[in-house]
């Protein structure tokens, strides 16, 4: 059987989930299955110095397009799919993968398992642990290959970064697909660092759902001034436009790696997660006991979180004053 | 431009899920239900564009509770609100209502199907793109600024980490909406009450053009707590200790 683990990269970067995947496929691989890499962009060169974990890789290049539309790695990904018949086909849960696993299979007619954590095989059949609920309830199903997996970041450990022989790297032309599709790239906007950088901070204090409301966020920022902290916030914060966008901690925000992350209000939904659960030390505030925030956090505390930031901004207020 | 937006009646995750009997589902009963956060957003988007560029807005609603959240549909601006049937007391799988709101873009000629990005019940798939393969449009998940103009639409997609890529496609086409470009707007009590008259419309489910993805063999509760300290609930001991914590860390004084 052959496993396709799907790649990404832009800016000369491999994601990180990218070998991840590959380490995946390399898991549930047996002695004759194959694993095969699927790289669409333009860093061809750099996929071949790192996927070697795989036994062959296929590249879809672009000497054009440093960021491939979904619709287009899609596209080129159908006709690796047919070409190849895998029964399985592993997607990162990215905003690329969104839009490309279900794609597959739909096309395919082939089951799909999203925000998997856990693969387990049997022959011709998984068990996948998969999060529903935000992370609060693990959905045990089972699946007959063919398959398509939707596979959180995370959830395995990288394959070591190697290079792959020459010889099992094969090159697709990616432009004819590029200019022929529906779904045109006009712009690419990278995030401008002038305000602040999350990624470079040591200390954050990230506001959630449960702050309530924009005029709340201020306790909380006062807060993290004391504590020569950033001010942070998760996703529905961000939406609500309580905090700037280059502020949001997460999957589709920043990925931080503090040495003190100081959670208030934060439920911890898998995507939010994401992003912090690297940091050094992480204290999280919630009044849900079963909150997911408390599976990464070093220290939890279900406190209203109005009282203890009160509470907290006095002792340090009085200890600044010694 | 005919717009046709869904909204999914999921349950409110923030509260406590407790599994039902047959270990296979949520107990259901004394759950809130409540609009998808992210198909909040894609209706705020589809009202924004009907301001900008005179769509009209069919709002079709799946779930617990679809009535009162398409009188709050109507109340922001959408024109027909339609309920689709739904089995009672089980999720939503996106996989399984796809075929159905794709039939349903199909009959009013929409030019343009709105869904949130995901909901927290899309472990079979997400929405926007089967429907998108289902009608054979060009899908792009993650939008969080959608322009019209005329049958070309401009849109905006979070790439994670502060990228995003804007770009152009003609309708007919499907967009999970992750971020409406505007927060969703606050409906007043008398526009709610002026668009409880609105008549709701009713859709039979179309039969899954999918088979199911699996039959899921239990549910359960992942492991709580990790391996952190519990700090307790008063606020007082909670700050002392945290002070101390931090203060032994380097990270503030006691």
Redesign the interface.
């Known amino acids: 059987m052959k496993l396709i683990a799907c790649t990404e990269g832009?800016s000369g970067k491999i994601e990180a989930f990218s070998l991840e995947m590959i380490a995946a496929a390399r898991s549930l691989a047996q002695a004759d299955d194959e694993v095969v890499a699927f790289f669409a962009g333009r860093d061809a060169e750099g996929a071949s110095a790192c996927l070697g974990a795989a036994d062959r890789l296929i590249v879809a290049c672009s000497t054009r397009l440093d960021?491939i539309?979904?619709?287009a790695y899609t596209l080129l990904l159908r006709d690796v799919v047919t070409a190849e018949s895998p029964g399985l086909v592993l997607v990162p849960y990215?905003?690329?993968g969104?839009?490309?696993?279900?794609?597959i299979?739909?096309?395919t007619?082939w089951?799909?398992?999203?925000?998997v954590n856990e693969i387990k095989r049997h022959g011709e059949s998984l068990?996948?642990v998969?999060?529903?609920?935000?992370?609060?309830?693990?959905?045990?199903?089972?699946?007959r290959l063919p398959?398509v997996l939707?596979i959180n970041p995370g959830a395995f450990a990288a394959a070591v970064p190697d290079p792959i022989a020459a010889v099992n790297v094969q090159t697709i032309d990616a432009e004819p697909v590029l200019t022929s599709?529906?779904?045109?790239?006009?712009?690419?906007?990278?995030?401008d660092y002038a305000d602040v950088d999350l990624?470079a901070a040591d200390?954050i204090v990230c506001v959630g759902?449960g702050i309530g409301d924009e005029a709340s966020i201020d306790l909380a920022r006062n807060l993290a001034t004391?504590?020569g902290a950033e001010i942070a916030g998760s996703r529905?914060v961000?939406?609500?436009?309580w905090l700037p966008?280059?502020r949001q901690v997460g999957?589709?925000?920043?990925?931080v790696k503090p040495?003190?992350y100081l959670a208030l209000g934060v439920?911890g939904a898998p995507e939010h997660l994401e992003g912090m659960s690297q940091a050094e030390?992480?204290?999280?505030?919630n009044?849900?006991?079963?909150a997911?925030i408390?599976?990464?956090?070093?220290?939890?505390?279900?406190?209203?979180l109005f009282?203890?930031v009160?509470?907290?901004s006095?002792?340090?207020r009085a200890?600044?004053g010694? | 431009m005919n717009i046709l937006v869904v909204l999914r009646m999921i349950p409110d995750s923030a509260g406590e899920l407790q599994l039902a009997e047959d270990g296979r589902s949520i107990d259901r009963e004394w759950l809130d239900f409540q609009l998808n956060d992210f198909d909040d957003h894609a209706l705020e988007e589809a009202i924004l564009l009907k301001e900008a560029c005179g769509a009209k807005v069919t709002a079709v609603a799946v779930g617990e509770g679809a009535n009162r959240v398409l009188q709050m549909a109507a109340a922001r601006g959408a024109e027909e609100v339609v309920a689709l049937q739904s089995e009672e007391d089980a999720m939503i799988s996106s996989r399984e209502i796809a075929a159905s709101i794709a039939a349903m873009a199909r009959a009013k000629s929409a030019d343009l199907v709105l869904c949130g990005v995901q909901s927290t019940e899309d472990v079979f798939g997400q929405l926007a793109p089967y429907v998108g393969a289902l009608l054979d449009w060009p899908h792009v998940s993650g939008t969080n600024r959608i322009v019209a103009n005329g049958a070309v639409l401009r849109v905006t997609q979070e790439r994670g980490a502060g990228v995003a890529v804007t770009y152009e496609l003609a309708t007919p086409a499907v967009l999970g909406v992750q971020t409406a470009s505007k927060a969703p707007r606050y409906v007043s009590g008398s526009k709610l009450r002026e668009a409880s008259k609105t008549p709701i419309g009713r859709a039979t489910p179309e039969l899954s053009g999918f088979e199911r993805s699996a039959e899921i063999i239990t549910l359960r509760l992942p492991v709580q707590g990790g391996s952190g300290e519990n700090l307790g609930g008063n606020a007082e001991t909670v700050a002392d200790r945290l002070i101390t914590i931090l203060a032994a860390k380097g990270l503030a004084r006691n």
């Open positions: 832009h960021v539309p979904a619709e990215s905003a690329n969104l839009d490309v696993a279900a794609d299979a739909a096309r007619g089951p799909l398992i999203s925000y068990t996948i998969a999060q529903m609920y935000g992370g609060k309830i693990l959905a045990e199903c089972e699946v398959a939707m599709g529906k779904v045109k790239m006009v712009a690419i906007d990278m995030p990624t200390r759902r004391m504590l529905p961000v939406d609500n436009g966008k280059l999957k589709s925000g920043q990925k040495k003190l439920s030390l992480i204290i999280a505030v009044t849900d006991p079963k997911p408390f599976n990464v956090a070093h220290y939890g505390a279900t406190c209203d009282d203890l009160a509470n907290l006095d002792r340090l200890g600044s010694r």
